[in-house]
């Protein structure tokens, strides 16, 4: 058991890592990709949902502008939701519910490959955003 649960706490940490370091790179406005920035497009097509979900939740509360959340928007929540929206728009619509953070997020998000019926879900949430994300 205490291995499992050393075996987590690794991966939260090397989730972090990269989110600091990926959101690092968003503010810097590099011209080439980054190694972050290939390594988070990898993690959306190889890593298990559960993982992009977490990794998007440390990514949010680490985000200090705009910038960066419209980037978690367009990507791991955009991807996401587009690969996973049926079993994770539950999930999305309880983090908007209480966490305002996430929600601005979700107001940069577009339809992408969601379902219609997944994407009048996010739509819905959107709308209730007061100060949605400058695009």
Not at 94 to 120: C, H, I
């Amino acid at each position: 058991m205490q291995e499992s649960e050393d075996h987590d706490r690794f991966e939260e940490a090397d989730l972090e890592q990269l989110a600091r370091q990926w959101l690092r790179d968003i503010c810097q406005n590099l011209d080439s990709p980054s190694d972050s920035g290939e390594a988070v497009v990898s993690m959306n097509f190889s890593a298990s949902p559960e993982i992009q979900w977490r990794f998007i939740l440390i990514a949010v509360v680490l985000a200090d502008t705009d910038l960066q959340l419209g980037h978690i928007a367009a990507g791991p929540i955009e991807h996401l939701l587009g690969w996973y929206g049926e079993s994770y728009i539950v999930f999305v619509e309880n983090e908007a519910q209480s966490n305002p953070k996430f929600a601005r997020a979700l107001t940069g998000v577009w339809q992408y490959m969601m379902t219609d019926e997944v994407w009048a879900r996010v739509q819905r949430l959107q709308e209730n955003v007061s100060q949605p994300l400058e695009q």
